[in-house]
Nanobody
Framework: VQLQASGGGLVQAGGSLRLSCAAS????????VGWFRQAPGKEREFVAR???????TYADSVKERFTISRDVAKNTVYLQMNTMKADDTAVYYC???????????????WGQGTLVTVFS
């Protein structure tokens, strides 16, 4: 599975942005897909995941603001980010696994990352 993350950019605090993670090489439907982010000088952290059955999990820091979803027909997973804050500034990565995806180490396939910068 090859993953292509896109949609990053510059956004004002309080604004919205939608990231896309497009898969090629194999259908996404049987995979758990997660979004992760890495801010400058910090370790990569979990943001959200959507399981193969559609169940979702979010980091506390993004709950009620971010929504992860998948479009099976387009083989794409989205991360809708609303009410964005400066702390959301990071490189965002999507990743996929055949497992439950509860641990970052379990993700086998990774996209190249897309930069999100939130300014005030």
């Amino acid at each position: 599975v090859q993953l292509q993350a896109s949609g990053g950019g510059l956004v004002q605090a309080g604004g919205s942005l939608r990231l896309s993670c497009a898969a090629s090489g194999r259908a996404f439907s049987g995979y758990t897909v997660g979004w992760f982010r890495q801010a400058p000088g910090k370790e990569r952290e979990f943001v959200a995941r959507v399981g193969w059955s559609g169940g979702t999990t979010y980091a506390d820091s993004v709950k009620e603001r971010f929504t992860i979803s998948r479009d099976v027909a387009k083989n794409t997973v989205y991360l809708q980010m609303n009410t964005m804050k400066a702390d959301d500034t990071a490189v965002y990565y999507c990743a996929a696994t055949r497992g439950f995806g509860l641990s970052q180490d379990g993700y086998v396939y990774w996209g190249q990352g897309t930069l999100v910068t939130v300014f005030s």
